[in-house]
C-alpha cells in the first residue's frame, strides 16, 4: 500500500515552526506514515541550524535578509501566507493527500495585511468552505471550539443556535465519516457553571441549548447535555463520548492540554481536504533555542497520514 503524500509548511520562520518540521520529518513514526513534502524557504532550517530534510521540498523564497528570530513581522508574515497558500496548491491540485501547518503569528499576519486571525479562518475563505471548526484532539480526548479566539464577554452573544447546529453537524460528520463510528456520541458543554443550574446562574442553556439540541434531534443527530464541562471531559476520558463541543476557547483546551500536551493537535472540519497543526503557537521565546517539542507537529503529520486515507 502505497503512503500518502502529506505536505508540510514550516509556519513562521520566526517561531519554533521550522525546528519541529526539521524533527518530525526524522521521526520513525511519521517515515513510516507519509511521504512528506516540506513547504517554505529553506533559508528558514538554515536560520534556525536544522538539516534540510531528506524529501521533497516546494521552496517559497521571500527572506530576503535575516530575519531576527522570535518576533513578528512583515516578512515572517509574508512568507508564511506563501507557504501556506502553495500548500494549499499541492492538496487541491490533489498532489497531496492532506496539509500540516507549522504554528503562524497573528501579529505576522496582522503586518503582513492578512485580514485573517489564522489559518482556519483563511483556509476556509480560499476554498469557499461555508461551516469551518476548529476541532482539538488530545489522544482519546476530542473538542470542537464553538467559539474561537475572541473575547470571554462576547462569548454568550456569539454563541448561536447557528453556531451550536453547525458545530454538531460537522463533529457527527467527522466521527462517522473519519473515524468510521455508525453512532457517534456527542455531548454539549454548558457555558455557565454547572450548566446553568436550572437557570439560577444563566440563561444560555435553556435559551439558547436545549431548543437547538431537540432541532438537532429532530435531524437524526442526537447531543447529549448540556453538562458541566468539568464532568463532560472526565466522562469523555472514560470512553463515554466521541466528541464535546466546547462553548469556548479555553473551556476545550484546557483539558486537552492538561490530559495530553504531547498529543494536542488541531483538525479544521469543514474543509474539502484533511488539514492538521500542532496545538501549540510559535513559542517565540525559545525559537532557534534547539529546545522546540516536536511531538505534537508528529501526532499532526500521523493524524494527516491516517485520516486521509478514509
Known sequence: MMKPRIAITLGDPAGIGPEIVSKA???????AACEPIVVGDPLALVLHKQPLPSCEMLSVPGLAKKLPLGQPSREAGQSA??????????????QAAALVTAPVSKESFHMAELTFPGHTEWLAHETHS?????????????????????????????????VIFSSARLAFGFVQETLGKKNP?????GLNPHAGDGGLIGLEEKDVFAPTLRR???????????FGADSVFR??????????????????????????????????LGLP??????????????????????????????LAAEYSAH
Open 130 to 162: 461555508k461551516e469551518a471548526a476548529m476541532l482539538m484532539v488530545a489522544g482519546e480526548l476530542r473538542a470542537i471550539l464553538m467559539t474561537r479566539h475572541v473575547p470571554l464577554s462576547e462569548v454568550a452573544w456569539k454563541l448561536t443556535t447557528n
Open 81 to 94: 501566507i506563501e507557504s501556506l497558500r502553495q500548500g494549499l496548491g499541492l492538496v487541491t491540485t490533489r
Open 216 to 226: 438537532l434531534k429532530r435531524t437524526g443527530i442526537p447531543v447529549k447535555g448540556p
Open 25 to 31: 520529518l526524522g521521526h520513525p513514526r511519521v517515515l
Open 273 to 302: 481536504f484533511i488539514r492538521t497543526s500542532p496545538g501549540h503557537g510559535t513559542a517565540y521565546d525559545i525559537a532557534g533555542k534547539g529546545k522546540a517539542d516536536a511531538s505534537s507537529m508528529v501526532e499532526a503529520i500521523c
Open 235 to 268: 466522562d469523555m476520558s472514560r470512553g463515554l463520548f466521541d466528541v464535546a463541543l466546547a462553548a469556548y476557547h479555553d473551556q476545550g483546551m484546557i483539558p486537552l492540554k492538561l490530559f495530553a500536551p504531547d498529543r494536542l493537535v488541531n483538525i479544521t
Open 185 to 189: 456520541r456527542l455531548v454539549a458543554c
